[in-house]
């Protein structure tokens, strides 16, 4: 549909657990309703080979193949866990997607109900060490080794591949003007019809509120947040973040309230968000800034929330 607002068209609706939206200027001879279609058919088909919640998607089919054999995937399930692969051992295991077995047991995954009592640490801290260097991968063919009957979980990096492959679908129907979104994470490209940058909100760190405290502009970027403030879950009246820590096997609780990553890449921006996130509020900021990220950590502290912007994200903050 047009929105007036911002003279564009505008689609929305639902993929991959949660909402999505583009935006997009209309160029003549292209039909807007299909270029909508073409972003969805590309997020679809990522769902379908790497969703936890579809029992045939490829990466079940993985979860579900002998360990110490060759198991062939296809080529963009092995893109996507290669580069899971190697955020993983560029931030020494922060980002672990051999965790679903973890992630099933706290009820974050298909399952919402925990298998696992939370005062069972040596149970989880066990897992957690099982999932270290879980599977070797292989280019040619496209193939995956799993060393231990591990679960793989790719929510830390799979929304951002399909945002990626979402805006190759619009630029491929002639449409350089553009913004989508997908669960929260974002590119965008171009401008708005007037000639104004795309800008993202930066949202305070409420549950269950959206309050946008700064702006972000983004053209040919891509922007991911993790965080502790969406999809919790209660148990014994505790409540629990779904950020698994791969050294304790338990969801993560502590100051560092949400990170925002902002990259050419949104499969990268995505998975270095979740990273940087399980490292940490001092950690964190230190590898952003050794690794030349644009990152924005919000931190708890007594007087609510105190912001911590490395270099390269501070020329991209615009402003409320």
């Known amino acids: 549909m047009l929105d007036t607002k911002f003279n564009t068209h505008h689609t929305a609706g639902e993929i991959m657990g949660g909402p999505w939206q583009l935006r997009h200027v209309p160029v003549a001879g292209v039909d807007p309703d299909d270029v909508a279609r073409a972003a969805l058919r590309a997020m679809r088909l990522v769902d379908q080979k790497m969703s936890t919640y579809k029992t045939n998607s490829d990466l079940m089919q993985v979860n579900a193949a002998p360990v110490r054999s060759w198991h062939p995937i296809p080529d963009d399930l092995h893109r996507v866990l290669a580069c899971a692969d190697a955020v993983s051992r560029k931030t020494d295991g922060a980002f672990n997607i051999?965790?679903?077995?973890?992630?099933?047991?706290?009820?974050?995954?298909?399952?919402?109900?925990?298998?696992?009592a939370p005062n069972d640490m040596a149970q989880r801290a066990a897992a957690a060490q099982a999932a270290i260097g879980a599977f070797a991968l292989?280019?040619?063919?496209?193939?995956?080794?799993?060393?231990?009957?591990?679960?793989?979980?790719?929510?830390?990096?799979?929304?951002?591949?399909?945002?990626?492959?979402?805006?190759?679908?619009?630029?491929?129907?002639?449409?350089?003007?553009?913004?989508?979104?997908?669960?929260?994470?974002?590119?965008?490209?171009?401008?708005?019809?007037?000639?104004d940058p795309w800008r993202v909100g930066l949202e305070l760190p409420v549950p269950d509120k959206v309050v946008v405290f700064d702006h972000i502009t983004l053209d040919g970027m891509s922007a991911a947040t993790s965080g502790e403030y969406r999809n919790l879950r209660e148990i014994?009246?505790?409540?629990?973040?779904?950020?698994?820590?791969?050294?304790?096997?338990?969801?993560?609780?502590?100051?560092?309230?949400?990170?925002?990553?902002?990259?050419?890449?949104?499969?990268?921006?995505?998975?270095?968000?979740?990273?940087l996130y399980v490292l940490g509020p001092d950690a964190g900021p230190k590898f952003a800034v050794a690794h030349n990220l644009a990152a924005l950590f919000?931190?708890?502290?007594?007087?609510?929330?105190r912001e911590v912007r490395s270099d390269l994200l501070v020329d991209l903050i615009c402003g409320s």
């Not at 919000?298 to 929330?305: A, E, H, M, S, V």
Request: hydrophobic share 40%; glycine share 12%; proline share 6%.
């Open 98 to 116: 051999a965790l679903g077995g973890l992630v099933n047991a706290w009820g974050f995954g298909p399952d919402e109900t925990p298998q696992i």
């Open 138 to 195: 292989r280019q040619n063919p496209p193939s995956i080794w799993k060393n231990a009957p591990v679960t793989l979980d790719l929510s830390g990096i799979a929304k951002g591949f399909a945002v990626d492959q979402a805006a190759a679908a619009v630029r491929a129907m002639g449409i350089d003007n553009f913004l989508i979104e997908a669960a929260g994470e974002i590119f965008a490209s171009g401008t708005r019809p007037n000639g």
């Open 236 to 275: 014994d009246g505790e409540v629990y973040s779904h950020t698994i820590s791969p050294l304790t096997g338990c969801p993560i609780k502590g100051d560092l309230l949400s990170v925002t990553v902002v990259h050419e890449c949104c499969m990268k921006a995505d998975a270095f968000a979740t990273a």
């Open 298 to 305: 919000l931190i708890r502290d007594k007087n609510g929330f």
